[in-house]
């Protein structure tokens, strides 16, 4: 008899749960790495918009409740439901000065955190470069025959 017919006659639960954890070792692995693309660098800022809420640019921009506030000019909670462009209204400004206040309050969060400032989200029009072309092959070198 082979090893592994041995194996099996004597030790058929231990090798059944050694067949169940290599078959859940390899799902896991294959997981991982189609998962590993979501796991790269952290997603630019969404655009801030007239429609948004205080709220969800907080959560979008990951700014804490009290330096959104103070980008707006209000009272961290006392816009529920408000919109920015509603803020904006009732404040007099327009709702582009008030995304480069949260822009430029965000920046200002971030450096005192000691956290890099997020990169910019890329244009519609934006094409990536080709890959470069890889180098050519050196040529073989010649044989001689002595």
Known sequence: MTALKILWHRHRLLSLAFLAALTLTCVFAVRGLLLMPLFGAP????????????????HGWHLPPEVLGAALGIEPGSAKGRTLEQIARDQGRTVEELAASIEEAALMHRALKGMPPLPPPPSPDFVPAPPPEPAPAPPAPEKTDP
């Open 43 to 58: 997603p630019p800022d969404p655009p801030i918009e007239g429609w948004m809420t205080p709220r969800l640019v907080a």
